[in-house]
């Protein structure tokens, strides 16, 4: 319990950092989380028959995200984003030369991985680019309603947890847990709008919703992986927490549906 304490504090605290230093840290850092979270993807599935393609599905994770890096931040104009493309063709071509017996699966498996565990950091990432400035608060608030809904439903489903949320999938998960997460997360919401006015109370209200509802979904996905994969965590980068899939299950699913909500509803185009 110490050691999970203590890494959980100092993994915040570079997140907070990351988020607040400005936008070249912000990016450069998710681009980097992303390019992590898609090898320890890789790890897992990884067996004799499935054998996705680790250096290429990488750093092609990386080399897309950076480009999408330095077009946020515009230093690159957005028609680079199409070299994205080009990257992708390098994994059909590289299946061509695979002497194992299952290329195809090599392939869907390398394409999963990045659709999985890199496409929602690249979403996040744009969340601090909603006005085309770099604005901090967004994505931090985000971050901050996904730790606190993480928590609410950690106290309310040890303290008062009985009735299965998805028992096949994650047995210690409760219906309790859960509203208690998203009562946690719509406080937070609230808070958050007292201080960072980027969006109003009800947009922060909605977001916090969304957040709790498919963070908690997503947990429950990156479960029913690691238990098909047969794995108690998805790493060991974190001592006492696993990997940053375990980490960041919850964002995995929530930044896309609060982004949507956000283009369509709050900075429509």
Known sequence: MKTRAITGFFFIAVLIAAVL????AFVSFFAVVAACAVYEFY????TDDNKPMVVIGCVTTFVSLGLLSMVLTGH????????????????????????EGHPISSIAY??????YAAVPFGIF???????????????????????TNDTGAYLAGRSFGKRKLF???????????????????????????????????GQWIVVGLLISIFGTLGDLVESMLKRNCGVKDS?????????????????????????????????PI
């Not at 104009?77 to 695979?98: D, H, K, S, T």
């Not at 096949?168 to 958050?192: D, H, M, Q, Y």
């Open 21 to 24: 230093w400005g936008a070249v």
């Open 43 to 46: 790890s897992m599935v990884q």
């Open 76 to 99: 690159l104009p957005e028609q680079y984003l199409l070299l994205v493309f080009a990257a992708i063709f390098v994994v059909y071509i590289n299946g061509l030369f695979r002497k």
């Open 110 to 115: 390398t394409l999963f991985g990045m659709i």
């Open 125 to 147: 990432m744009n969340l601090g680019f909603l006005e085309s400035a770099y604005n901090a608060y967004v994505p931090l608030g985000f971050l901050i309603i996904l730790w």
């Open 167 to 201: 028992e096949r999938i994650s047995p210690n998960k409760t219906w309790e847990g859960f509203w208690g997460g998203l009562l946690l997360a719509s406080v937070a919401s609230a808070c958050l709008a007292r201080y960072f006015t980027t969006l109003t109370l």
């Open 235 to 267: 790493g060991r980068i974190l001592p006492g927490h696993g990997g940053l899939l375990d980490r960041f299950d919850g964002l995995l699913m929530a930044a896309p549906l609060v982004y949507l909500f956000l283009k369509f509803f709050v900075y």
